[in-house]
């Protein structure tokens, strides 16, 4: 196993052994977000890293499984694991569909399309009230029992843990598999990739498709989760900016690195949340301010983010004397 | 309706009302995407903190009338001003470094530059809405039974104008013309003496001051907030992607089509729905004609 596959089996294990030790509900709240986040950005990183898909419209299908499963719960009183697969359906024809449309496009374009459909969601979420309740939201009620998806604490621990693994595999699939390799030709050229006879633009739609799907699921759980899902949030792109975000500061493209952007970014949003809650109205933007910084520099020195800084540092240790 | 009433000067009267409102807004957001069209044909970037430089055009209007009881029209040559200023900051200290890293970089330096400023709005000024009535946003022009607002129709002429200039500047003057030499071949302008640091330096203050002058001019028709340049930008990323990127000419066609189908569809489906229409045209140019109505094919498969 390389340095990467260790660092994240003793992240997860340490997250597994954390509700052993600790029951703090605030400690706890912020693990599962911290997976959540991970999954997440592992989803977008499907499209965004591997086959260099880079979408800011990834909320859309958040913002799907969001909406699937409050409404099947609300509105129709079944499960909300059911409303989870419906979203998984519908991010994976919508996923195709903006996959298939936007195929040609390329690096502004395409952020473009995404940005411009996820704003469709947005306006029709908020404007179809009869069946979205328009932008007053959705407020989930929590129900305790496992089908109802009302857990405690450690339970949520446990299902992102669940999750966070699962995706993590995901991405390591596509490191190591023939149809892996074929994404990252495609992301790197194109046309040699098409030259070689990889069927780049079917690649394309799958991985949007998978990522959509994956982004959806995650969509439907933190719906659960929060208890509240809204159009003007769950469809926003600071959501889609923030997937992007953590990969990118964590390692684009590397199955590692969406996990250790999510353990930064969403620690520092903890800690500043509750060191400027006391303050006057508006100062939790301070964190998105650090964000939006932070966002520019790491493109700027360091574009492979955390794991290429340290394979870096592991290159130059290496090749020293000893 | 009978079909043979159609016509009636009923319908004439909100047919010519309709137009009249599609031509003004249309000159608006003229003025905003000829900046983001400018930046684009010349550096190659798409600036997504655009809206935000609008946002902060309408809190400067907001603060000189609100504080110092100053005019939008008489702040308009001092944010010119400013603007430009802050123009070439940002690309000292933020574009610069980008101008020739991949487009994942230069779309994320800009998403980021567009959360901070988003973002200090918010915890400077709060997210209250914020709008102002200076006093020719309430005269009302007629002419038969169409009626507008003087505020509209000087920000549109203004708007008109301040495009009409950077047209003519870019067409005619030595400068324009090294700049528009530089986005041609970058390598060939280098070898003929120009600096291309220094082109794209005015390029993004030039586009930065319309997108400025832009925002004190919509100031007394729309609230500003933190994140009102949003709605503006998205639809001028609607308008330059239509008029073709870095188009100049195709971005003031694409605004009077935008423009149009606002005003049309917000007649005829409601206000609500309206912006949906110009996204679904959105994707709808992007997968059909994605180099533009009037570009060349195959212009966003090469990522230029």
Redesign the interface.
Known sequence: MTADRWVAAGLFAAAALTPVVVRDSFILDSLILILLWGALSSAWNVAGGYAGQVSLGHAAFFGIGAYAAALTSVRYQQSPWLGLVVGVALSLVAGGAIGFLSNRLKGPYFALSTIAFAEVLKIVASRWRGFTSGSEGVPVPFRPGLWTMGLSHVQWVYLALVVAILYYLVQVYLERSRVGYQLAGVREDEDAAEALGIPTRRRKVQAVTLSAALTSMCGSLWAQYVGFVDPIHVFSIDLSVRFALNSIIGGIGTALGPFLGSILITSLETYLRATFSGMKAGFGGIYLIIYGVVLILVVRFAPEGLTGIAARLRFRRADAPA | MDPAARLGPAQIDVVAQLAASAVLLGGIYALIAVGLTLIFGIMRV?N?AHGEFLMLGMYLAFFAFTLQGVDPWVMLPVALVIFFGVGLLVYVL?MR??IQ?????????T??????????A??????DYQLFRPWHASVVLRAGSTAVNLSQVVAFAVAVLLTAGLFAFMKFSHTGRVMRATAQDRDAATLMGIDPDRVYRLTFAIGIACVGAAGVLVSPLYAAY?QAG?QFV?LA??VV?LGG?GDMAGAMAGSLIVAAVEVVGSYVFGT??K??LY??L??AV??FR?AGLFGQRGA????V
């Open positions: 798409v997504f933020v470094g980008v890293a991949s487009h994942n970089v230069q779309i994320f330096t998403v980021g530059l567009s959360t901070a400023l988003q973002n200090v918010l915890v400077l000024w709060s997210g933190p949003l998205l990323y609607v992607v990127l609500a729905w912006e949906v996204f679904v959105f994707i992007l997968v994605p966003e498969s090469l990522g």
